[in-house]
């Protein structure tokens, strides 16, 4: 596995402490905290929050991606994205925008993005082109079929051979278009077009994953689906769950947590830290 990924104007050594990418939606429909950081001066002060409670990263993300939800026109995701990605660059961490739209990776990377996170997996028309010159590294995720009908019974013959098998195409792809592979990490795409049983047997082969890319993997399962089919619990109430699952990502080897709770995650990881690696 890589020891170094790139991130624009910054970079990471993967050692040790995970890293932890603070979510910041500033979208009215998230299926966690939609509408709660849409105004741009909350957007703002919940990133200064996050940074603060030790996020390494924040990802910024002006669609909405949960089960069901239908694309958001262009004009649209880049009036709710530009002005937070704009008024954070003095923050001193470095701004992931979340986005599968090519125009707005050109326009994210051109106000100075440290990292793209496609969940579509670079495929979009023009996607890897827009992304190729630019030095911000790039998170490549799985997903089976688009949001609006992703949960819609997913079949796998075997999950995890068959998302290794499309994220090493699109790494092929990117490496091909000459992308450096230390800009380059994954994401196996947790209720992306998966069932429970899934989404756990990804968690469990994340050090495969890993291993057999030769690539750092990001685990994004933060009060997603999967914990509230273990624990019964709604979305609000599965801070709990989204720790264990955070830690048990990182047991198997993920070098990045996307979590909504970046207090408590930090906290928890010093203490998996003092306890597995002394």
């Not at 000459?178 to 196996?188: E, F, L, S």
Request: charged share 20%; net charge negative; proline share 5%.
């Amino acid at each position: 596995m890589q020891p170094f990924l790139q991130c624009g104007r910054f970079g990471f050594e993967l050692k040790a402490m995970p890293l932890v990418m603070g979510i910041l939606n500033v979208t009215p429909d998230s299926f966690s905290d939609g509408g709660r950081y849409q105004a741009l001066e909350f957007a703002i002060s919940k990133a200064e929050e996050m940074a603060f409670e030790g996020a390494d990263l924040i990802d910024i993300g002006g669609e909405t991606t949960r089960p069901g939800a239908a694309p958001l026109p262009l004009d649209e995701e880049l009036r709710r994205v530009m002005p937070a990605l704009y008024a954070l660059r003095g923050l001193g961490k470095p701004l992931s925008v979340d986005t599968y739209k090519t125009e707005v990776m050109r326009e994210a990377i051109i106000a100075g993005a440290d990292m793209i996170n496609d969940v579509n997996g670079f495929r979009a028309p023009g996607a890897i082109e827009a992304v190729a010159a630019s030095d911000c590294a790039l998170c490549v995720m799985h997903m089976q079929s688009t949001p609006a009908t992703m949960q819609q019974s997913p079949v796998y013959t075997d999950v995890v051979a068959e998302v290794i098998a499309f994220l090493r195409g699109r790494i092929d792809a990117m490496l091909a278009a000459g992308i450096a592979r230390n800009r380059i990490c994954v994401d196996p795409g947790f209720g992306f077009g998966k069932t429970t049983e899934h989404n756990y047997a990804l968690l469990r082969a994340t050090s495969r994953i890993e291993s057999e890319l030769g690539l750092p993997v990001l685990a994004g399962l933060s009060r997603k689906s999967m914990i509230g089919a273990v624990t019964g619990r709604p979305v609000g109430q599965r801070l709990a769950g989204s720790l264990a699952g955070a830690l048990a990502a990182v047991a198997h080897g993920a070098k990045i947590v996307r979590v909504h709770d970046v207090a408590e995650t930090v906290d928890a990881l010093k203490v998996w830290q003092a306890a597995h690696l002394g």
